[in-house]
């Protein structure tokens, strides 16, 4: 089955959601289709906050992840880079609800470099510890990648 929708449409982003399946999965043909399709037709534009603008506190953090991460696959590096710096500065904000997507992804680590990333991550466990978890287990593992290139 394929939904169909218009890009301008303001459901689009809450339609992806509701089919975002999490990174462990591969994800559907419809998933894949919809997130290539939104990725296409808002190159230009910040998918980032595009994202949040549909989202509420009743949005599960997962699915937002979920969706990023299949996102990743399917735009330009240009489009990456400016959702990454978004997240960067999502993470040193006060907004729970923006750390908690930026912390539900799994295919890209925030902040290029790892002491950075570390010094951010520590900040965000001293400010809003129910994130401490999520925010360790990404340290771990990029410590693991970094010892692992070395």
């Keep these: 089955m394929t939904t169909e929708f218009s890009m301008l449409d303001k459901d689009v982003v809450p339609t992806l959601l509701s089919i975002a399946t999490p990174s462990s999965e591969s ?10 399709r939104f990725a296409s ?3 230009e534009q910040n998918l980032a ?9 009743a949005t599960d953090p997962r ?13 330009s590096d240009e489009s990456l880079e400016r959702m990454m710096q978004t997240f960067e500065a999502w993470l040193c904000a006060d ?5 908690s997507y930026v ?9 290029k470099d790892t002491k950075q990333m570390y010094d951010v991550l520590s900040a965000v466990k001293s400010k809003w510890p129910e994130f401490s978890e999520r925010c360790d287990e990404l340290i771990e593992r990029r410590t693991r990648l970094v010892k692992k290139k070395l």
Excluded: C, S
């Design 63 to 75: 699915k937002v992840g979920a969706l990023i991460d299949h996102l990743i696959w399917n735009i």
């Design 27 to 36: 994800g559907t043909d419809e998933e894949w289709e919809l997130t290539l």
């Design 49 to 57: 906050e595009i994202i949040f603008q549909h989202t509420t506190a």
């Design 103 to 111: 912390l539900a992804m799994d295919y890209v680590f925030p902040f």
């Design 41 to 43: 037709e808002h190159r």
């Design 95 to 99: 907004d729970p609800r923006k750390i």
